[in-house]
């Protein structure tokens, strides 16, 4: 599946989960007859039938084409919309409100549509017309490697990844904050969660990686920042996984280095809160934590 090339402001909202100005959009106010479809991989999304007036500065649809949205509970309680084909950030979901009698209302960020006339979708029923998109096939890694910050600003710059969230991993408590997680008494690891696309790179070469960009043979620290929460893990979704991470390992230890990093089955992603996400890049900063250094 390849993806339509966003924009610093299309990222922002799509990947970064943000929220663009209400009546800033192209669509809040655009009654076209028509499809609209996810910006970045062109999924049909939304018809504009379904379209209403909300007032609220954002694209509101009160029906979905079915099986285009995924649902689901974001950290303030929300009920987060996403394409359910690439999992691109959409906006919102909203039940009870009573604008019309279907009595749901999809608050939908504009940038994050495209819009295809009718008159053009007739055209694409020819047989001429390109498939729809396969459905995705993204699949996930969990890697810690201290401060979350630049684990993920390495690995979000890899070609091949479509998104890189921060959150916290392989502790006993639910929801943790991250004044909690840095209190060491959690058990979480700053953890980065990586979305990459299997056609473009692989969970080895992202893995290896990891190991690079990052230093796998200090103990609970991570350079300045001292703590478990900082400790090296790998927290592997399957067999395949866990068996690449074990080779790497066998290998780095086999040229000499004292490898300490956790190999774990990963559990629940408590996302980080906001300020977290992309924080090098919404800072502009660089890393103070991490650089790339060849083991391999
Ligand atoms: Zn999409």
């Known amino acids: ?37 996810c910006k970045r991989c062109g999924a049909p999304l939304y018809r504009s039938s379904d379209k209403f007036d909300a007032g609220c500065g954002w694209p509101s649809f009160d029906d979905e084409i079915p099986g285009a949205i995924k649902r689901t509970l974001d950290p303030n309680g929300y009920t987060e919309i996403s394409c359910a084909n690439c999992g691109a950030h959409l906006g919102h979901v909203f039940e009870g409100e009573g604008f019309t009698p279907k009595n749901v209302r999809y608050c939908v960020n504009s940038i994050s549509l495209n819009f295809t006339p009718a008159s053009e979708t007739k055209k694409a029923d020819s ?12 699949e ?38 991250y004044k909690q997680v840095c209190t060491d008494t959690t058990g979480h690891a700053e953890t980065a969660e990586v979305v990459f696309d299997p056609t473009k790179t692989n969970y080895e070469k992202l893995a290896r990686l990891f190991f690079e960009i990052h230093d796998p043979t200090q103990l609970n620290r991570q350079g300045p920042d001292v703590g478990d929460q900082y400790r090296s893990a790998v927290f592997y979704v399957d067999d395949n996984q866990k068996q690449i991470t074990e080779k790497l390992i066998g290998i780095l230890k086999d040229k ?5 990093t956790e190999v774990a089955k990963a559990g629940t992603f408590w996302p980080a809160e906001d300020y977290h996400q992309s924080y090098y890049d919404r800072t502009g900063g660089q890393p ?7 083991r391999f």
């Open 1 to 37: 599946m390849t993806y339509n090339k966003l924009t610093p402001d299309e990222e922002r909202v799509i990947i970064d989960k943000g929220t663009e100005m209400p009546f800033s959009g192209k669509y809040y106010n655009y009654n076209a007859d028509g499809t609209y479809t």
């Open 127 to 138: 047989p001429k017309a390109t498939p729809a998109p396969e459905k995705s096939q993204l």
């Open 140 to 177: 996930k890694a969990y890697f810690a490697g201290g401060c979350f910050w630049g684990t993920e600003y390495m690995l979000e710059k890899e070609p091949g990844v479509v998104s890189v969230r921060v959150g916290y991993m392989g502790g006993h408590t639910s929801n943790p904050t």
């Open 256 to 260: 000499g280095y004292k490898v300490v």
């Open 288 to 294: 103070y934590c991490h650089v790339y250094q060849k």
